[in-house]
T-cell receptor, first 114, second 109 residues
Framework: DTAVSQTPKYLVTQMGNDKSIKCEQN?????MYWYKQDSKKFLKIMFS???????INETVPNRFSPKSPDKAHLNLHINSLELGDSAVYFC?????????????FGPGTRLTVL | LAKTTQPISMDSYEGQEVNITCSHNNIATNDYITWYQQFPSQGPRFIIQGYKTKVTNEVASLFIPADRKSSTLSLPRVSLSDTAVYYC??????????FGTGTRLQVFP
């Protein structure tokens, strides 16, 4: 049983294209996140949604637009892809049950922009 | 947000105990200390969390001195499958995890 799943696992595309990455969690968690891990392995939070509402929006270009159709899904749409967008993108979720810093991560989507 | 400092890498052999220390001199009163593990090509995985003294679970132990300015993750009897990057995080905000550079642990046979 996959707790946090992402599709696709790999995504190769050309500069300028628009692409989406989907994320689903079956843990019943209220909060979901998107993280970016670059080639130097730094992992940074991009967005956070709680019950479909945006609660964290780090300094991310507005070409990136998260969408949460329901609290089990958080998709990431990227417009006009650039070379620098190449990275591994992780989706995560967490319960809001008083535990701080407790998040479940998905397997990641490796995005390569050519 | 408290900054964390941990060794970039560590080597060990199978069966040994590994201790990874993290410094967080500016830890705030409300901050918890959390450790994550990341295998290659996988997302980070929560290992353990503590506030003070000692916490132990089936995977690891976490030692936190009284001043809380550092913490030590202890992995008993490591195996090859423990080769991973280990991240120390400090914070009080569930929603905003700040990952540092982590410690790359390499376990040799």
């Amino acid at each position: 049983d996959t707790a946090v799943s992402q599709t696709p696992k790999y995504l190769v595309t050309q500069m300028g294209n628009d692409k989406s990455i989907k994320c689903e969690q079956n843990l019943g968690h209220d909060t979901m996140y998107w993280y970016k891990q670059d080639s130097k392995k730094f992992l940074k939070i991009m967005f956070s949604y709680n019950n479909k509402e945006l609660i964290i929006n780090e300094t991310v270009p507005n070409r990136f637009s998260p969408k949460s159709p329901d609290k089990a899904h958080l998709n990431l749409h990227i417009n006009s892809l650039e070379l620098g967008d190449s990275a591994v993108y992780f989706c995560a979720s967490s319960p809001h049950d008083g535990r701080t810093g407790y998040q479940f991560f998905g397997p990641g989507t490796r995005l390569t922009v050519l | 947000l408290a900054k964390t400092t941990q060794p970039i890498s560590m080597d060990s052999y199978e069966g040994q105990e590994v201790n990874i220390t993290c410094s967080h001199n500016n830890i705030a009163t409300n901050d918890y200390i959390t450790w994550y593990q990341q295998f290659p090509s996988q997302g980070p995985r929560f290992i353990i969390q503590g506030y003070k003294t000692k916490v132990t679970n089936e995977v690891a132990s976490l030692f936190i001195p009284a001043d809380r300015k550092s913490s030590t993750l202890s992995l008993p009897r490591v195996s090859l499958s423990d080769t991973a990057v280990y991240y120390c995080l400090v914070g009080a905000n569930t929603d905003k995890l700040i990952f540092g550079t982590g410690t790359r642990l390499q376990v040799f046979p």
